[in-house]
């Protein structure tokens, strides 16, 4: 066993510690980016596209992503379980109710607390990483980044020159990047069930160089 397979077990084990329900490594070149997941982005436009500075068009592009990820060995794909009830995941892809159930203080404070946690996770483990000499060690979560109830993006536009408020700790998500969560998460034996029924998840992912 490499030394960096070595690492990458004790950093799975390290990300189940934290609090995620399952940890595992891929090869870096197995990670799919697809320039259609981007475009889900804007078709349908998503509440967070131009409003958060973790999504697009402020993210680094898919095409930037992918130049990046070559010069990676590996990766390890995390999955934290999303607390929203079955009820609220059905009505986000069935479309009924769903400006109501966006408008939903109770349902935003869910995803919220559960996206920040599981972002939380990942800070922990790219740190672990660079403590362990992984100089170039990028974590990417899930969902648009949600640390400030009002990303200073949605106050300035996108010509915005507002600096992030709490630049260590915000990430990207998977798909703001490009990555096809569903076909990496599969290649990684973390299958994502779609539509999530009542056991959603949330994946992020950690380079390791
Ligand atoms: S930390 Fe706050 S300001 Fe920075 S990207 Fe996240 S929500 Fe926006």
Redesign the pocket.
């Known amino acids: 066993m490499t030394r960096l397979e070595r690492d990458a077990a004790a950093l799975c084990e390290r990300a189940v510690a934290l609090g995620a329900r399952a940890a595992r490594p891929l090869p870096a070149l197995e990670v799919v980016v697809d320039p259609r997941v981007v475009l889900k982005c804007r078709v349908p436009l998503c509440a967070g596209y131009g409003r958060?500075?973790?999504c697009p068009p402020f993210a680094p592009t898919g095409e930037q992503f992918a130049a990046a990820l070559r010069r990676y060995s590996l990766a390890l794909v995390a999955q934290q379980g999303i607390p929203l009830t079955a009820t609220d995941v059905q009505r986000r892809y069935d479309g009924k109710g769903i400006d109501e159930l966006q408008a939903s203080k109770a349902y935003q404070g869910a995803l919220a607390a559960g996206q920040n946690d599981f972002a939380a996770v990942l800070d922990g483990l790219e740190r672990e990483a660079l403590s362990l000499g992984y100089v170039f060690a990028a974590a990417f979560g899930g969902g648009e980044?949600?640390?400030?109830e009002t990303?200073?993006?949605a106050v300035t536009g996108a010509s915005t020159t507002a600096p992030?408020?709490?630049p260590f700790?915000?990430r990207p998500s998977m798909e703001a990047v490009g990555i096809d969560v569903l076909a990496t998460a599969a290649a990684a034996g973390l299958p994502v069930q779609m539509p999530a029924g009542d056991d959603p998840v949330w994946t992020g992912l950690l380079l390791l160089d």
């Open positions: 958060n500075l973790m980044c949600r640390l400030c990303c200073v993006a992030c408020r709490k700790r915000a």
